[in-house]
């Protein structure tokens, strides 16, 4: 069965600061996505990045990057000079043929 | 706005009634999701269609929950004889089949409260 896990409930991270988020999941397969998710508070999910797990080379998208050990299953996000805006929950999900699995979420707080 | 919405946005009801929520996906958007969300916890998967076919259903959604998108444009999600259990988020996302990764949209959510 397919899983994510976040062995990180909670992460602080001092603002302009550098912080990773860990994230590992468990499938049989060889062919799926990877993505992380970001839900500010009352506020709706938005897509940070993705990995598409046949790409070797690491998805960046400005100051969020990506960590893809495929052999290891894990999949971390990196937030580089972190600002007060990117305080929210971090969501990694894992898509395969018809379904989404989310992990239990990391909570990040930006320290101003 | 061109996003995902939800409608209501909240709702209280009492146990045993039933409840009906809808999601109007991103108009070219042809896949369609519902996940629910309790408190401290991600997404949890429930159904998906691809137009109006509905191709998948988690083992959560029990029998009193059902699932529609007649027409494969909005969706309707009904809970009958709701349960306090059934408290919580019920997320809608939509997507575009062919963009390759699948990306989602998601919309606010509707937050359900059973009393």
């Known amino acids: 069965a397919q899983t994510v896990t976040q062995s990180q409930p909670e992460m602080s991270v001092q603002e302009a600061e550098t912080v990773t988020l860990s994230c590992t999941y468990d499938t049989s397969e060889s062919d799926y996505y990877l993505f992380w998710y970001k839900q500010p508070p009352s506020r709706q999910m938005i897509l940070v990045i993705r990995?598409?797990?046949?790409?070797?080379q690491n998805a960046t998208e400005n100051r969020f990057s990506v960590n893809f050990q495929k052999a290891a299953k894990s999949f971390s996000l990196k937030i580089s000079d972190s600002q007060l805006g990117d305080a929210a929950m971090y969501f990694c999900a894992y898509r395969s043929a018809n379904q989404f699995y989310f992990g239990t979420g990391t909570s990040l707080t930006v320290i101003p | 706005d061109t996003g995902v919405s939800q409608d209501p946005r909240h709702k209280i009801t009492k146990r045993g009634q039933n409840v009906t929520f809808r999601c109007d996906p991103i108009?070219?958007?042809?896949?369609l999701y519902w996940y629910r969300q309790t408190l401290g916890q991600g997404p949890e998967f429930l159904t998906y269609?691809?137009?109006?076919?509905?191709?998948?259903k988690s083992r959560l959604l029990s029998d009193r929950f059902s699932a529609e998108r007649p027409k494969g444009s909005f969706s309707t999600l009904e809970i009958q004889r709701t349960e306090q259990g059934d408290s919580a988020m019920y997320l809608c996302?939509?997507?575009?089949?062919?963009?390759?990764?699948?990306?989602?949209?998601f919309g606010p959510g509707t937050r359900l409260t059973v009393l």
């Open positions: 996302a939509s997507s575009f089949r062919g963009q390759g990764t699948h990306e989602q949209f």
């Open positions: 108009s070219e958007h042809n896949r």
């Open positions: 269609f691809q137009n109006e076919a509905q191709l998948e």
């Open positions: 990995q598409e797990a046949y790409k070797q």
